[in-house]
């Protein structure tokens, strides 16, 4: 069955420390790989997306994350946070031979001053 | 202005007493999708649909009925709502092929 896994429920970190949030997907010949942040009360914003082309994928707010087939996984990263990212993180999973998108169970980001 | 609609956002009701969620889209997106969202499980989908008059069971759909007559409005229904329904909903909407979802702001429901 299609998955999604993000392997860690909570990381703090220090404001203007790097952050990496971790996903791993199940494998598939074609998968489109996304990276969804939700702020507090607030409904699901796309950050990035992978479709095809380069693994290294920018998005908004200073974020990228890389696209890794081999070791099936599309980590979010980010060199320096701010306390504005405090944030739940979701990373999604398009598989072509489905109709829909698997989440993962979701990454929440505290910043610390 | 591009946007996902949802009504109500909050909403606290009893056991057994029919509900509806609407959500309404202006993007002219096909795909329409309802997720409940709950603490730890991240977002399990409801039911989807391709387009009008087409839909399809998402991975939970147990309790909840859905119905898709015009593209731009896919209301969720909830015959008889249980406590195990209490949660947050998120309605989003893409075109076909594009999978990047817009989502609403959600409604939060309570079920007592």
């Given at each position: 069955a299609q998955s999604v896994t993000q392997l860690d429920s909570q990381v703090p970190v220090f404001e203007e420390a790097p952050v990496e949030l971790r996903c791993n997907y199940s494998s598939s010949v074609s998968v489109y790989l996304f990276w969804y942040v939700q702020y507090p009360n607030q409904g699901l914003q796309l950050l990035l997306k992978y479709?095809?082309?380069?693994?290294l994928v920018k998005g908004i707010n200073g974020f990228e994350a890389e696209f890794n087939k081999s070791q099936t996984s599309f980590h979010l990263r980010k060199p320096s946070v701010h306390i504005s990212d405090t944030a739940e993180y979701f990373c999604a999973a398009a598989y072509s031979s489905a109709s829909k998108i698997i989440f993962g169970s979701g990454t929440r980001l505290s910043i610390r001053p | 202005e591009a946007q996902v609609t949802q009504n109500p956002r909050y909403l606290i009701t009893v056991t057994g007493k029919k509900l509806t969620v609407t959500c309404s889209q202006n993007?002219?997106?096909?795909y329409m999708s309802w997720y409940r969202q709950d603490p730890g499980l991240g977002l399990r989908q409801i039911y989807y649909s391709m387009n009008v008059e087409v839909t399809d069971k998402g991975d939970v759909p147990e309790g909840y009925k859905v119905s898709r007559k015009e593209k731009r409005n896919f209301p969720l229904i909830l015959e008889s709502p249980s406590p195990n329904q209490t949660s947050l909903y998120f309605c989003a909407s893409s075109l076909?092929?594009?999978?990047?979802q817009y989502f609403g702001p959600g409604t939060r429901l309570t079920v007592t």
């Open positions: 479709l095809s082309g380069s693994t | 993007m002219n997106h096909e076909v092929g594009s999978y990047e």
